[in-house]
C-alpha cells in the first residue's frame, strides 16, 4: 500500500518544492482523519442506527434503517430457473441464472443503456423502456412459455419496503430524476409495464437492492457472510439485525433476525457531519442535483471522488502550487475527471508517476515537474484515504453493534473493485477501530446484483 510519506521522497530537492508540498498538505489537512476523530464519527453513526431502528425516533432519522423481508440466509443448495433484473445506474442488466445443489451456478446476461432522456424524463417511459428489454432478453433466450418465470429486482435506489414483493421510491439517486415514481411502487409501475407487453409471462417475486444482493451472494458462498456493502457510483450498507431490536418490526414473528438496508449515504443530511465536511465537499453539494442530501456518499462513492480531485487540484493551481499556476482549460468543466482517474494515479509504487503523468498529460499539462506529480498524488492519496477510512469507520460501528465474534463483510462496487489499495485500506483501518475479540474479514462479492437476486429469488419462489 502506498504511503504518502514515501511518496514525496527524492523530490523535496530545493526549497520552492518543499515549501510548496508543505502549503499542499496544509490544503489537504481537512481530508485527513485520526483515528480519534473517526470514533466520534462512529459514535455519531451508531446513534443514527439506534434512531433509524427505534419506532418515535424513526420519522426523522437520517440513517433509516429500512426492513427488506429478507429473514433466511442462502445455503448454497438453492435450485431452479429464475431471471435478474439489476436496476443502479446508466445501465442496467437482464440476467438468466441457473441454480443448483452444491453452489452450482450458470449465467447468461445481457447490459441495456439508459440515455440521459430515460433517466430525467418521465417514469412510465422508464419501466415501459426496461420491460421492452426485458422481453427481448425472454425471447432472445427462448424463455417464452405458458408458466411464469419468477424474477429478482434489485433496485439500487432508497426504497420503503413493506414486503418482500413490494418497494416504495424514497427519492432517487444517481443522477436519475424520473417523474412519477417518487411514492410509488415500483414493483407495481414495472408489473404494469410488463402485462402491457403480449405473452411476457414473468412475475417479479422479491425486490432488494444491491448491498442486500452482495450480502446473499456472498452468504450464498460463505454462511458466515453478516454485512453487505457497495461501494461504487453510490455507497450503501446492509447488515443482519436481531428483530428485537427492530421496533417498528413487521416481517416473521417466528424468526429471530432480518436484513436491514441502512440507506447510510443520507448520513450528514441532518449536520451530523459538518465538521467532517470540508470546502470542497460544500462546493459539490451546492452543485448537486439533490442538495442537501446523501450527504455521507458525497463524501465517499466514485460519482463524486472525481469532481473532489478537480476541486481541489483548481485550488493548488489557484495558489500556484502546481503547473506554475497555469490551469489547464480541462479543470474548468465540472465532472469532468471521474473516479479511475485517482486508481490511475495511485496504481504507481511510490516515487514514480507514470498514471501521474498519463492523467496530467490527458488534462493538458505538457510538461509537469516530478514536485508537480508529488503534490497531485498526495492530493489523490488523502482523497482516497479519506473515503476508505469513513467507510471503515461505519463497517466498525456495525461489527461493535452487532458484537459477533466472526464476521464476513460481502463488498462489491467499482471503487472497491478497481483502485489498488482500497481492499488494504479498509482491513487496516477496521483494523485500528473494531473492538478486541471481533474477527472480520472481507470477500469481493461476484455479481451480487445478479446472482444475488437470483438466490432470493429462490427462496421466495423455490419452484423456479
Known amino acids: 500500500m502506498s504511503d504518502p510519506k514515501k511518496s514525496c521522497i527524492g523530490h523535496l530537492n530545493n526549497l520552492k518544492t518543499w515549501r510548496n508540498h508543505i502549503r499542499v498538505r496544509r490544503l489537504c489537512r481537512n481530508l ?12 455519531r453513526m451508531t446513534s443514527c442506527i439506534d434512531e433509524g431502528l427505534g419506532k418515535e425516533t424513526h420519522p426523522k432519522a437520517t440513517i433509516k434503517c429500512w426492513q427488506t423481508y429478507v429473514q433466511d440466509m442462502p445455503t448454497g443448495n438453492e435450485k431452479g430457473q429464475f431471471l435478474a433484473l439489476d436496476l443502479g445506474g446508466s445501465n442496467f442488466r437482464v440476467l438468466k441464472l441457473d441454480l443448483g445443489e452444491n453452489r452450482y451456478f450458470k449465467m447468461s446476461q445481457e447490459t441495456y443503456e439508459c440515455s440521459k432522456e430515460l433517466m430525467n424524463g418521465s417514469g ?6 426496461i420491460a421492452n428489454c426485458l ?3 425472454v425471447i432472445a433466450q427462448g424463455l417464452k412459455s405458458n408458466s411464469q418465470l419468477p424474477l429478482g429486482f434489485t433496485f439500487s435506489f432508497p426504497m420503503s419496503q413493506s414486503s418482500i414483493d413490494s418497494g416504495e421510491l424514497v427519492r432517487w439517486t444517481k443522477g436519475y430524476t424520473c417523474d412519477g415514481v417518487v411514492n410509488q411502487d415500483v414493483v407495481q409501475l414495472l408489473s404494469k409495464s410488463i402485462k402491457n407487453i403480449p405473452d411476457l409471462n414473468v412475475h417479479i417475486c ?14 450464498w ?17 446492509c447488515y443482519v439485525e436481531k428483530v428485537k431490536n427492530i421496533q417498528l418490526f413487521s416481517g416473521d414473528p417466528k424468526k429471530e433476525e432480518m436484513v436491514i438496508n441502512l440507506e447510510w449515504g443520507a448520513y450528514g443530511d441532518n449536520n451530523e457531519l459538518e465538521d467532517f465536511f470540508t470546502k470542497y465537499d460544500k462546493v459539490i453539494d451546492e452543485n448537486s442535483e439533490n442538495r442537501g442530501q446523501q450527504i ?11 469532481e473532489l480531485l478537480r476541486l481541489v487540484l483548481l485550488d493548488m493551481i489557484d495558489k500556484e502550487l502546481i503547473f506554475d499556476g497555469t490551469k489547464p482549460s480541462m479543470l474548468n468543466t465540472p465532472q469532468s475527471l471521474t473516479s479511475d482517474v485517482l486508481s490511475l494515479i495511485e496504481n504507481d509504487p511510490p516515487g514514480t508517476y507514470t498514471g501521474t503523468r498519463k492523467f496530467l498529460q490527458r488534462i493538458g499539462v505538457a510538461n509537469p515537474t516530478d514536485g508537480d506529480c508529488m503534490n497531485v498524488r498526495y492530493a489523490t492519496e488523502c482523497i482516497s484515504r479519506r473515503s476508505a477510512y469513513l467507510v471503515a469507520a461505519g463497517l466498525s460501528a456495525i461489527l461493535n453493534k452487532m458484537n459477533e465474534k466472526d464476521v464476513i463483510i460481502g463488498v462489491d462496487g467499482s471503487v ?10 479498509l482491513v487496516d483501518k477496521i483494523s485500528e477501530l473494531v473492538n478486541s475479540g471481533i474477527k472480520f474479514g472481507i470477500i469481493l462479492s461476484e ?18
Open 221 to 237: 458462498l460463505n454462511p458466515k457472510t453478516r454485512i453487505g456493502l457497495i461501494v461504487g457510483t453510490g455507497c450503501n450498507c
Open 447 to 464: 455479481d451480487g446484483s445478479g446472482r444475488g437476486a437470483a438466490v432470493l429469488a429462490s427462496a421466495v419462489c423455490p419452484d423456479g
Open 124 to 129: 412510465t417511459i422508464l419501466f415501459d423502456y
Open 416 to 425: 472497491y473493485r478497481f483502485h489498488p489499495y482500497y481492499h488494504n485500506l
Open 206 to 219: 422479491a425486490i432488494l437492492n444491491d448491498t442486500v444482493g452482495t450480502l446473499m451472494s456472498c452468504a
Open 296 to 306: 455521507f456518499e458525497k463524501m465517499i462513492s466514485g460519482m463524486y471522488l472525481g
Open 135 to 137: 422481453n427481448k432478453f
Open 32 to 43: 485527513v482523519l485520526p483515528n480519534n476523530k473517526l470514533r466520534e464519527f462512529m459514535n
